[in-house]
């Protein structure tokens, strides 16, 4: 449409000119000296026009001849980054297909002239990485540094999952802790901390790392919750391992106070308790939790521990019938303590009714064993024999669940 325009304005400038020239063609003398020029005026202002697109033509040509050798370096360089995408390209499906080798040299090739150098050196430290090839992987990591200095947090998680996958674990936790320091929020490199502090088993770790990680929402209330849980646990028979006996009370006593009530805490505490010979303990924090909230397992304890008084220790078990007279595992705790007491009639009845309402192997032993006491040796070794075969039905249920769990799962593809 420019174009257009201008030639048209050119066309009814020409037409204006030779309307001009017909009637008067005008008169111009150009003189200097004794040298002296004649013309018409409109020949003049052609020849003036002619003049001025010839040195213009000129200026044209001088300056695309001045730019010619950057045009030239920009060419070349638009055609190795064309070239570079190509690579790239290339090198990520090559990277898929698992031709590892050929993806890192693809990928290197033309990685100075990517516009994306991170992407080429992050892609060759995968392939290197799958070539065993760590020395080389790792230089291909700090060239993606180098390369894109602002993304350190993804090269450094990159190598961290790179270190991971080759279970380099000390190697990724000093990797993650950098990442944490620098990016202290980042809710990924918190996940992979987590992740790794539980393998290695660094509880100490996690008790910090807890916090931030609710705080995040880098994992569900339930999870966190679970997690919490299960490292106090942990941090609890580290301490029942020590030398010192005072060690479990310090780190008891360091566990939030929202914890301290669950079922599954106060069972572990309880049996480090019993490791350390602190029988009365246990039965005094198993009756105290019982009393707030009823739980099968710390019941089942309480039957095993022996508390500073048996006799109290009986009555209280025995005030829970009300509540909980069909428990099957109250009645095997019940047994227990009359046992203690050699209340062997109570203890045999108890049991029974333990075992009807639930025939369960370790009831069976326990009867096999108050039979044993009484001298009653042929009931004894029937009990016995009737445990061990629940414990072996058990088992083989178990095997088969185990063996059939494949193949529901062939059938739900």
Request: net charge positive; aromatic share 6%; hydrophobic share 45%.
């Amino acid at each position: 449409m420019k174009l257009l325009v201008t030639i048209i304005l050119v066309l009814l400038l020409a037409v204006l000119l030779a309307l001009v020239a017909q009637t008067d063609p005008g008169y111009v003398l150009l003189s200097r000296g004794h040298w002296s020029a004649e013309s018409t005026l409109v020949a003049f202002v052609v020849l003036l026009l002619v003049a001025f697109l010839l040195f213009y033509l000129m200026i044209r040509f001088v300056i695309r001849a001045w730019r010619l050798p950057e045009r030239i370096r920009a060419w070349r360089r638009e055609r190795r980054r064309i070239k570079a995408r190509n690579a790239l390209t290339r090198g990520l499906i090559q990277l898929e297909e698992g031709a590892w080798r050929e993806a890192e040299v693809t990928l290197l090739k033309y990685a100075e002239h990517s516009d994306t150098p991170l992407l080429n050196y992050l892609a060759a430290a995968r392939a290197a990485q799958r070539l065993g090839a760590h020395e080389r992987r790792d230089d291909h990591l700090r060239l993606a540094h180098a390369s894109t200095p602002q993304a350190d947090v993804a090269v450094g998680l990159v190598q961290a999952e790179l270190q991971l996958s080759h279970q380099q674990l000390e190697q990724a936790l000093a990797t993650l802790n950098h990442l944490h320091e620098i990016a202290p929020r980042h809710a990924y490199v918190l996940r992979l901390l987590m992740q790794l502090s539980v393998a290695l088993g660094d509880w100490g770790q996690l008790v910090k790392l807890i916090p931030e990680l609710r705080k995040r929402k880098v994992i569900t209330t339930h999870e966190a919750d679970e997690l919490e849980i299960k490292t106090h646990g942990a941090v609890l028979e580290m301490a029942a391992r020590a030398q010192d006996d005072n060690a479990v009370r310090v780190v008891w006593a360091q566990v939030p106070k929202a914890l301290q009530g669950h079922p599954r805490l106060v069972l572990q505490y309880a049996q480090c308790l019993r490791k350390q010979g602190r029988e009365d303990d246990a039965e005094a924090l198993l009756y105290r939790t019982l009393r707030r909230e009823w739980n099968d397992d710390l019941a089942h304890l309480y039957g095993l521990v022996q508390g500073a008084d048996a006799t109290e220790q009986l009555a209280r078990a025995e005030g829970w019938l009300a509540g909980h007279g069909n428990d099957p595992v109250l009645l095997l705790t019940l047994g227990r303590l009359c046992m203690h007491h050699r209340l062997w009639g109570k203890a045999r009845t108890y049991l029974e009714g333990s075992l009807n309402l639930a025939a369960r192997a370790e009831t069976y032993q326990t009867l096999g064993s108050l039979h044993e006491q009484l001298g009653e040796q042929s009931a004894a070794l029937d009990y016995y024999r009737r445990g061990l075969q629940s414990t072996l039905n058990g088992a083989a249920s178990a095997a088969r669940s185990e063996a059939s769990a494949p193949v529901r799962a062939f059938g739900a593809l």
